[in-house]
C-alpha cells in the first residue's frame, strides 16, 4: 500500500479547517485500497486557535497529524511540512492545498490516477480545459491571473503546462528531497513557482488535472499581491533559460553586428563575406555563454573530449544559422536594394543593418533556441 499525505499550510483557518479536514477523510473512504491517505497540518502558530481545533480532531482521525511552526510565509511552512513528513510518514506522494476550501478534495482520486499513470508532479490546472477561475472575479483579477501565468509559461518556454502558481498539486517524494536543497530558502508564493521549475529541471514527468477554483468564503488570504508579483518576475527572469538565451543572444547580436562593421568599413571585406565571418564569431560566444550559464543545468559533461565533440557538432549544426544569415542578407540586398534609409527623416540606417536586425530576430534566434535544445543541450 503506497502512502499519500496532504499538507495543509494554515495560519488563521479556524473558520475552514475542520470542514476540509472531514471532506478529506470522507474523499480518503472512497479511493483505491491501494493508496493511504493521511493529513499534515502545519500550523504557523494561529491566534485563531487552528491549531488547537486540529488536536482536538486527531482523536477523531487517527492519520491527522498536526505540525507547529513559527509564522515565516508559505514556503517556510511547506518546507517544514514536507521534512517532517518524509521524516515519520515516509509518504510516496505528498499533496500540496489550500486551506482555505478554494481546493476541491473530491479531485484527490483524479490526481492519484494521474500518479498511477507514470506521472510525477500532478498539477491542478484553473486554465486547462474543463478548469475554471470563478466568475465573480473583477475583470482586473482575471487579467492579472491569466496574463501573469502566461507570462510564466513563456518566460520558462513551457506553454503546455498551462498552471505554475497554483498551489494544488500531488508530487512523488523522490522530487522533494531532490530539489528541497534548492527551494527550501523561499519563504513566499514563489516558493510554487520554484518547486515547479526544479521539477521540470529535474525531468519530472508533469500532468494536468482541470479543476475548479473557489473563492474563499471565510478569513482573509494571506498573499502580497505586489510582493508576490516582484518576486515571480524576478524568479523568472534569473532562472528561465530561455531569457538567458535571449540576453546571450543580444550580447551576441551586438558582437555580431561590431565585427561585421569592422569587416566592412574599416578592412572593405564584401558585405556578404563580412556578415558570413561576423556570425561564426558571435556563434562561437554563444557557444560558450549558453553552456555554462543559459543551459548550465544540462551543460555538456564527460571531459575535454566529449566538450570539443559537442563543440564541433554544435559548429555543424549552428552552419545552418550562418547559411540563413547569409541567403537571408543576399535575398534582402538583391530585392530591397543596398541603400540608406532615412527614418522619419531623422537618422539615417543603413539597409544591411536594418535586414540584419530582421534576419537574426526572426529567423536566427528562433531556428537556434529550437537545435540548441534539440541537439546540442539535450534533456539528460
Same mark, same amino acid.
Given at each position: 500500500?503506497?502512502?499519500?499525505? @496532504? ?9 475552514? +479547517? ?12 472512497? %479511493? ?7 493529513? =499534515?497540518?502545519?500550523?504557523?502558530? &494561529? ?11 486527531? $482523536?477523531?482521525?487517527?492519520? #491527522? ?35 482555505? #476550501? ?43 491571473? +491569466? $496574463? ?21 498539486? *500531488? %508530487? ?27 521539477? +521540470?529541471?529535474?525531468? =519530472? ?47 551576441? !547580436? ?12 574599416? #578592412? ?9 565571418? $561576423? *556570425?561564426?564569431? *558571435? ?21 575535454? !573530449?566529449?566538450?570539443?565533440?559537442? !563543440? %564541433?557538432?554544435?559548429?555543424? @549544426? ?16 538583391? #530585392? ?11 537618422? &539615417? ?32
Amino acid at each position: 500500500m503506497r502512502r499519500a499525505v @496532504v499538507i495543509l499550510p494554515t495560519y488563521n483557518e479556524a473558520a475552514n +479547517i475542520q470542514p476540509l479536514i472531514e471532506r478529506i477523510f470522507q474523499v480518503a473512504q472512497t %479511493i483505491n485500497a491501494r493508496w493511504e491517505l493521511h493529513v =499534515a497540518v502545519v500550523d504557523s502558530d &494561529s491566534p485563531d486557535k487552528t491549531g488547537q481545533i486540529v488536536k482536538d480532531l486527531i $482523536s477523531q482521525y487517527p492519520k #491527522l497529524h498536526l505540525i507547529t511552526t513559527k509564522k515565516e510565509g508559505l514556503g517556510k511552512a511547506y518546507t517544514t511540512g514536507f521534512k517532517t513528513v518524509m521524516e515519520t510518514l515516509q509518504p510516496y506522494v505528498l499533496f500540496e492545498m489550500d486551506a482555505d #476550501l478554494s481546493h476541491d478534495p473530491q479531485k484527490i482520486p483524479a490526481f492519484l490516477q494521474e500518479i498511477e499513470k507514470g506521472a510525477d508532479f500532478v498539477i491542478g490546472s484553473r486554465y486547462r480545459r474543463g478548469g475554471s477561475i470563478p466568475k465573480d472575479w473583477g475583470i482586473d483579477r482575471k487579467i492579472f491571473s +491569466i $496574463s501573469a501565468n502566461l507570462i510564466i509559461r513563456l518566460g520558462f518556454m513551457k506553454p503546455h503546462i498551462t498552471e505554475w502558481t497554483n498551489g494544488y498539486r *500531488a %508530487i512523488k517524494t523522490w522530487i522533494i528531497k531532490k530539489v528541497l536543497p534548492q527551494i527550501q530558502n523561499y519563504s513566499g508564493y514563489v516558493f510554487q513557482v520554484a518547486l515547479l521549475d526544479n521539477a +521540470i529541471k529535474s525531468l =519530472a514527468v508533469i500532468r494536468e488535472v482541470p479543476i475548479h477554483f473557489v473563492d474563499r468564503k471565510n478569513g482573509v488570504s494571506k498573499i502580497n499581491s505586489f510582493q508576490y508579483i516582484v518576486q515571480t518576475f524576478f524568479y523568472v527572469f534569473t532562472h528561465s533559460p530561455f531569457i538567458k538565451y535571449v540576453i546571450v543572444g543580444f550580447i551576441g !547580436f551586438v558582437i555580431d553586428f561590431l565585427f561585421a562593421y569592422l569587416f566592412i568599413h574599416f #578592412l572593405h571585406i564584401a558585405k556578404v563575406l563580412a556578415n558570413t565571418f $561576423s *556570425a561564426e564569431i *558571435a556563434i562561437i560566444f554563444n557557444f560558450l555563454m549558453n553552456n555554462f550559464w543559459s543551459f548550465k543545468h544540462k551543460k555538456i559533461v564527460g571531459g575535454m !573530449f566529449a566538450y570539443l565533440k559537442k !563543440f %564541433i557538432f554544435f559548429n555543424v @549544426v549552428t552552419s545552418g544559422s550562418i547559411i540563413i544569415q547569409a541567403v537571408g542578407m543576399a535575398v534582402s540586398l538583391a #530585392l530591397f536594394g543596398d541603400r540608406v534609409y532615412n527614418l522619419l527623416n531623422i537618422i &539615417s540606417i543603413q539597409g544591411w543593418i536594418i535586414y540584419k536586425v530582421f534576419i537574426i530576430a526572426f529567423l536566427i534566434i528562433p531556428y537556434s533556441y529550437f537545435m540548441y535544445n534539440k541537439m546540442i543541450w539535450k534533456e539528460k
